[in-house]
């Protein structure tokens, strides 16, 4: 496979809090990631694309450790840069970015990815979240969506903007009923609270301070009951089994 160099821009100073980097994961503690620069890395084989959202996310207090213009540049990039969130174009002409989130997901304390996507393919969208993907963005997002993902995903928490959220249910629900009935047995597993927060989860989206409130517990108890849940579901991360939930019936 060729694989071309990936760019990397100059080293910057580190801010207040440093810009040491720690991987988060979707379902621990990640408060760090909202006290320090958040890393991000963008993989888009569009020039253009590549340097507004650069922009977008340096303007946003985040930090653009790495750019690359086709999926196969990837991993090296993630290895080089160790970015917190890759922002990844689903559509490239050498390796798409489903199938280069699937090997980016596969590294040691894997990034959050957020895939850029018209939302014009179901069978797109549900890949994107069978491999991984941790949030979803059009390329028309408004700047602040950008940076409001990024720092959602950096922390843990997943990325459904109220357009994706319609586009990855209707795709989900007319996509996965042949494994509807596995995921709905395996709901009988769940607690009460942890099926309450799954509900807050896939109807209104909340991040874990919402749920937290919705249902009077600290953010630490959401995310322990959505840790266990997605344990119980099989699901790889927030986005993952927000799906599966959608699968089984919890979203009505």
């Known amino acids: 496979m060729n694989h071309e ?3 990397t821009p100059p080293a910057q100073p580190a801010n207040l809090f440093g810009s040491a980097s720690s991987q988060s994961t979707e379902f621990s503690d990640t408060s760090s990631a909202l006290t320090r620069t958040i890393r991000v890395a963008i ?19 985040c930090e653009v450790v790495g750019q690359a213009k086709d999926g196969d540049q990837a991993v090296d990039l993630v290895r080089s840069t160790a970015p917190d ?3 990844m174009d689903v559509r490239m002409e050498r390796m798409d970015g489903i199938t280069a989130t699937a090997f980016v997901k596969e590294l040691p304390n894997p990034p959050g990815v957020i895939a850029l996507t018209s939302f014009d393919s179901e069978a797109t969208i549900l890949d994107a979240v069978s491999v991984g993907v941790d949030g979803f963005l059009a390329k028309d997002s408004d700047p602040g969506e950008f940076v409001r993902a990024v720092r959602r995903v950096a922390a843990g928490e997943g ?13 989900t629900r007319r996509g996965g009923r042949a494994n509807s009935a596995a995921v709905q047995s395996r709901v009988s597993l769940l607690t009460s609270r942890e099926l309450e927060a799954v509900r ?13 409130a919705s249902m ?21 991360n927030r986005t993952h089994l927000a799906a599966l939930a959608v699968q089984a019936g919890l979203a009505n």
Not at 46 to 53: E, M, P, Q, S, Y
Not at 200 to 212: F, K, M, R, Y
């Open 5 to 7: 160099p990936a760019t």
């Open 216 to 236: 009077f517990i600290s953010e630490t108890s959401v995310k322990t009951h959505l840790g266990n849940a997605a344990t119980k579901l099989g699901a790889k």
């Open 85 to 87: 969130v890759v922002i």
């Open 43 to 61: 993989i888009d084989d569009d020039d253009f694309v590549r340097n507004v959202l650069s922009s977008f996310i340096t303007k946003g207090g």
């Open 159 to 171: 990325w459904l903007s109220p357009r994706a959220t319609r586009v990855v249910m209707e795709s």
């Open 200 to 212: 807050w989860l896939v109807t209104e989206g909340c991040s874990n301070a919402d749920i937290a």
